[in-house]
């Protein structure tokens, strides 16, 4: 069973939730920005998505 992680559109702000086994990041070494690769996009706008954290729990860039 997977867990959904949440990801946001650097675009449009629009959520989407993808399951972390299938998340794949452009550069993992990069711990400030977690930019999905390019095989996720935004479904509404086609924009590039950003791990923001688990589904469900308070995102990273509201502790900053």
Not at 8 to 23: L, N
Not at 25 to 34: G, H, Q, R, Y
Not at 40 to 46: D, I, K, L, S, T
């Amino acid at each position: 069973m997977s867990e959904d992680m949440e990801c946001m559109c650097q675009q449009c702000g629009v959520s989407i939730y993808i399951p972390a086994d299938s998340i794949s990041l452009e550069d993992p070494a990069n711990t400030e920005v977690k930019i999905l690769s390019s095989l996720h996009v935004c479904e509404q706008c086609g924009g590039q998505l950003v791990l923001v954290g688990k589904a469900g729990d308070e995102p990273y860039y509201r502790f900053e």
